[in-house]
């Protein structure tokens, strides 16, 4: 199949986004836009998985956000002890909420511009909550994003905000959260860091990347699968 190029390669890209991850979303368990901001703050250099297990009983303990502001900076930390780095994680936590209250009456601003005056909080934390919790597109550029944004060409840059930046020239207003989403669940399943999967992944005739590793390793490109064929780590749907 010949490589598709520029705005054309990005829709065959999402259409197959599409196919694959059609109701990707976060996976931060949470009832509300403050419990989701907190979720994502303890995100950091953490599994999703780990935050899941944390914060059930940390909602019930601190259950708005003058409750966090109140807590008691040890019985805090102990809580989230497992999620790593969790004394910066309970003073930004804390110092985040005594924000909501003194400034945005203790509900969470649905603006990035005002969202990432919050200690604890930048554009990535920012754009999860948007997403999410209001609707709002935004970009949220992790460790996965980053990674197959290089991948696949759309970025040169380590840096996420620039990474970001560069996402937004390309991509579609209206399918940032949702691309953010998906890219996130692919480079968790087929594009890891160390391993990716090149020769199962459905969009590897769109992406440099498999080339240019095997140009490195001396070795052929692994082939493109074939259209149609399941990405690895992914299942059909019955019907």
């Given at each position: 199949?010949?490589?598709?190029?520029?705005?054309?390669?990005i829709e065959q890209m999402l259409l197959r986004l599409d196919?694959?991850?059609?109701?990707?979303?976060?996976?931060?368990?949470?009832?509300?836009?403050?419990?989701?901001?907190?979720?994502?703050?303890?995100?950091?250099?953490?599994?999703?998985?780990?935050?899941?297990?944390?914060?059930?009983?940390?909602?019930r303990k601190y259950p708005d956000a003058r409750a966090f502001?109140?807590?008691?900076?040890?019985?805090?930390?102990?809580?989230?002890?497992?999620?790593?780095?969790?004394?910066?994680?309970?003073?930004?936590?804390?110092?985040?909420?005594?924000?909501?209250?003194?400034?945005?009456?203790?509900?969470?601003?649905?603006?990035?511009?005002?969202?990432?005056?919050?200690?604890?909080?930048?554009?990535?934390?920012?754009?999860?909550?948007?997403?999410?919790?209001?609707?709002?597109?935004?970009?949220?550029?992790?460790?996965?994003?980053?990674?197959?944004?290089?991948?696949?060409?759309?970025?040169?840059?380590?840096?996420?905000?620039?990474?970001?930046?560069?996402?937004?020239?390309?991509?579609?207003?209206?399918?940032?959260?949702?691309?953010?989403?998906?890219?996130?669940?692919?480079?968790?399943?087929?594009?890891?860091?160390?391993?990716?999967?090149?020769?199962?992944?459905?969009?590897?005739?769109?992406?440099?990347?498999?080339?240019?590793?095997?140009?490195?390793?001396?070795?052929?490109?692994?082939r493109p699968r074939k259209s149609g064929a399941p990405a690895?780590?992914?299942?059909?749907?019955?019907?």
């Amino acid at each position: 199949m010949a490589k598709a190029t520029g705005s054309r390669r990005i829709e065959q890209m999402l259409l197959r986004l599409d196919e694959r991850y059609p109701e990707a979303a976060t996976a931060l368990t949470h009832e509300d836009p403050l419990q989701l901001l907190v979720a994502t703050i303890l995100s950091a250099q953490c599994t999703d998985d780990r935050v899941n297990r944390v914060t059930p009983p940390l909602f019930r303990k601190y259950p708005d956000a003058r409750a966090f502001a109140r807590a008691d900076i040890r019985e805090l930390e102990e809580m989230v002890r497992s999620t790593g780095f969790f004394r910066n994680k309970a003073r930004n936590i804390r110092e985040c909420c005594r924000g909501l209250l003194e400034r945005f009456g203790g509900e969470v601003p649905s603006k990035l511009e005002d969202l990432v005056t919050l200690p604890g909080v930048g554009r990535k934390t920012a754009n999860v909550v948007l997403g999410n919790s209001f609707g709002i597109p935004g970009i949220t550029v992790d460790t996965h994003v980053g990674r197959l944004s290089r991948r696949l060409g759309l970025s040169r840059h380590e840096d996420p905000v620039k990474v970001e930046f560069d996402l937004m020239k390309v991509i579609p207003e209206s399918r940032w959260s949702t691309f953010s989403m998906q890219l996130i669940w692919h480079g968790r399943r087929v594009c890891s860091s160390r391993r990716p999967l090149c020769g199962d992944c459905f969009l590897s005739d769109l992406c440099p990347y498999p080339a240019r590793a095997s140009r490195k390793k001396g070795r052929p490109a692994p082939r493109p699968r074939k259209s149609g064929a399941p990405a690895a780590g992914t299942r059909r749907r019955a019907g």
